[in-house]
């Protein structure tokens, strides 16, 4: 039973750039969250997909958008890269509707950007 | 915005010690969530405690709850260097994850 996968796992841009993450949740598993960690920080909630729908969001710009498949699957979109949005982007899935009250992590894919 | 803070922020320990760290929260919680990470890696669950328990233990782990004093700690009982990770609380469901700033500890063989 595969867990949350994610891919690329490291990703170089430079500013100005536009970047696609993507993630796999695991089997059984409808919804999914993705979180940005800086360097040396806890993880911060960018949002959450359940149904293709954004259901919530943290305190991120409106240059962070996602997208979720059908197949439950989920991209983060970010355009107009900052040098500060180098960190760790980590994707995490559940089943919604609080069956199970923890959330499964993905390895990360980290980002640099230039 | 973090939930809450961490401490210590780092801690070096023998392998064989035992290693205690606390975390406080801000808001009221229907349970406490402590994780591990690796090397900047992806988080790995430990342990949940609900807002109605003051201890739980798994393994070499345990974790207290003090809801009055918006608090919790995990103590890791005979550390070994593969202990050696990040450990942050976290708050939160299905919905919505909230951590803390953790704490980097490092176990020395």
């Known amino acids: 039973d595969a867990g949350v996968t994610q891919s690329p796992t490291h990703l170089i841009k430079t500013r100005g750039q536009q970047v696609t993450l993507r993630c796999s949740p695991k089997?059984?598993?409808?919804?999914v969250s993705w979180y940005q960690q800086a360097l040396g920080q806890g993880p911060q909630f960018i949002f959450q997909?359940?149904?293709?729908?954004?259901?919530q969001r943290g305190n991120f710009p409106d240059r962070f958008s996602g997208h979720q498949f059908p197949n439950y699957s989920s991209e983060l979109n970010v355009n107009a890269l900052l040098l500060g949005d180098s960190a760790l982007y980590l994707c995490?899935?559940?089943?919604?509707?609080?069956?199970?009250?923890?959330?499964?992590f993905g390895p990360g894919t980290r980002l640099l950007v230039l | 915005s973090q939930q809450g803070e961490e401490d210590p922020q780092a801690l070096s320990i023998q392998e064989g010690e035992n290693a205690t760290m606390n975390c406080s929260y801000k808001?009221?919680?229907?349970?406490l969530q402590w994780y591990r990470q690796n090397s900047g890696r992806g988080l790995v669950h430990l342990i949940l405690i609900r807002s109605n328990e003051r201890e739980k233990h798994s393994g070499r782990l345990r974790v207290t709850l003090d809801t009055s004093k918006k608090s919790s700690s995990l103590l890791i009982t005979a550390s070994r260097a593969a202990d050696t990770a990040s450990y942050f609380c976290a708050t939160g469901g299905y919905q919505k994850v909230t951590f803390g700033t953790g704490t980097k500890l490092q176990v020395i063989p």
């Open positions: 997909y359940y149904e293709e729908e954004e259901r």
């Open positions: 089997s059984g598993h409808d919804t």
């Open positions: 808001t009221s919680i229907n349970n």
């Open positions: 995490a899935s559940t089943p919604w509707g609080g069956a199970q009250e923890t959330q499964y």
